[in-house]
């Protein structure tokens, strides 16, 4: 492939040949501007590489819906994309914190049984109630043990919070 293509004749070898190459090279040439975005917006590290992955999709959607007739460059129109859909997902991230490691707390908190007035829904949540509140496990070792993913976890956990603060 000719490395002296411009955008235009990488889409258009995208689109009319379906040409991996090209759009292998479009995603190699917007990677770091990708990451320049991520980093721009000031994302958690934990987050950065969701947002990356994020951004890959966008690339490919603004790829497929590219249209040169609206007087746009490809990557101005590519970066408005990139960037509501960025400044949407970390509008919607949570804004609660867990901690992965409780033993912070060994001394100081302790809850001795469960309230008679706690309802606990499911089973998923008594599991991760035993394990993350009653036995201070990590989320780590709690994702290993019941094969959960990452995301339930945390969700339950802030669910049970959510119950916590209600009782109070």
């Not at 090279?25 to 980093?39: D, G």
């Not at 309802?119 to 599991?127: A, F, I, M, W, Y």
């Not at 780590?140 to 669910?159: G, P, S, W």
């Amino acid at each position: 492939m000719n490395l002296v293509m411009n955008d235009y004749e990488l889409i258009y070898l995208i689109h009319a040949e379906h040409d991996e190459l090209a759009l292998n090279f479009m995603f190699q040439k917007y990677h770091k501007f990708i990451w320049k975005q991520v980093h721009l917006l000031e994302v958690e590290q934990k987050e950065q590489d969701d947002f990356h992955q994020e951004g890959n999709l966008m690339l490919h959607k603004a790829i497929k819906t590219f249209n040169s007739d609206k007087n746009k460059t490809f990557t101005r129109y590519f970066e408005l994309i990139l960037k509501r859909h960025f400044y949407q997902l970390k509008r919607n991230l949570p804004t609660y914190y867990l901690f992965e490691n409780t033993d912070f707390c060994k001394e100081r908190c302790f809850i001795e049984e469960e309230p008679e007035y706690l309802v606990l829904n499911s089973e998923l949540e008594q599991t991760i109630y035993e394990r993350y509140f009653m036995n201070r496990e990590t989320i780590e070792d709690i994702e290993k043990h019941t094969l959960l993913k990452r995301k339930q976890i945390y969700n339950t956990i802030f669910r049970i919070k959510e119950k916590y603060k209600i009782m109070i």
